[in-house]
């Protein structure tokens, strides 16, 4: 299981952004992947997602995900909208979601 680090506070920061740019969009559409979340690249999903509270919140199913459940097809897709991001491209843009971005990270490469 991967350790989760995601603060309500920056749950709190990505739920005020009204347009975010692309790089958090990416990396909020990889979580809802791996998380199983329907129209994952959609962001009102990731809105409506962030907006979850106590046992269904987003940092309760992040903590509690079995990764060995995540299907393939969906580590790919997730890999594919994070690949060639880097903690210092993520840091420069918002450090709010990059605690996720780590979390993205960490769990790829266990599937």
């Known amino acids: 299981m991967a350790k989760v680090a995601v603060t309500p506070h920056e ?5 005020s952004l009204l347009c975010p740019p692309k790089i958090i969009k990416d990396i909020l559409a990889a979580v809802m992947i791996l998380i199983g979340e329907p129209n994952p690249r959609d962001y ?4 409506k997602v962030l907006n979850l509270k106590c046992d269904n919140s987003l940092i309760q199913r ?3 995900l079995d990764v060995a459940s995540i299907a393939q097809e969906e580590v790919v897709k ?3 909208l994070v690949d060639g991001l880097t903690i210092d491209i993520v840091r420069n843009n918002n450090l709010a ?15």
């Open 97 to 111: 979601v990059c605690n996720l971005f780590c979390w993205v990270q960490e769990v790829l490469p266990m599937v």
């Open 44 to 47: 009102v999903t990731a809105q």
């Open 62 to 64: 992040i903590s509690t």
């Open 78 to 80: 997730a890999r594919g």
């Open 11 to 15: 749950i709190g920061e990505l739920k």
